[in-house]
């Protein structure tokens, strides 16, 4: 399922901590719906509910048992992928990125298509906190969104 911002967060906390212990690899996944509002105010909550739902069920198919899948408030997501290096995480979100233009939700105001941007960072040896990881999948977020949406950026400074 779908974890609310504490429990993601817990298991931020948890797995960055492993991934220190251990020297394994950690990235995380920030996504932002493009244009969410226009969908809650083109076609009703309900369809942004939807779009919602939608968008947590074709990024779930893409992930593994252990990856975790939580949202970060209003049209923000995030994904974990513990054991996951900065390639291989790109490869998931495009996955995901690719798996969301094929959503359609039908209205009685017409069928609601969306796209995301992502954001893709790896923890690195010298990140002394969760914090220095989640800033830096922002900057990729705003990266990808800066360069017009609908992509893929990912970050390893």
Known sequence: GVHNRHSFMQDLYREFARGRRYRTPLSLLVFDLDFFKQINDGYGHAAGDEALRAFAKAAGECLRGMDVLGRLGGEEFGILLPNTVLDQAEI??????????????????????????????????????????????????????????????????
């Open 92 to 157: 998931v979100a495009e996955r995901i990125r690719a798996a969301v233009t094929e959503i359609a939700i039908e209205t009685e105001y017409g069928t609601v298509r969306f796209t995301t941007s992502v954001g893709v960072a790896q923890s690195v040896e010298g990140d002394d906190s969760v914090d220095t990881l989640l800033a830096r999948a922002d900057a990729a977020l705003y990266a990808a969104k800066a360069a017009g949406r609908n992509r893929v950026v990912a970050r390893s400074d």
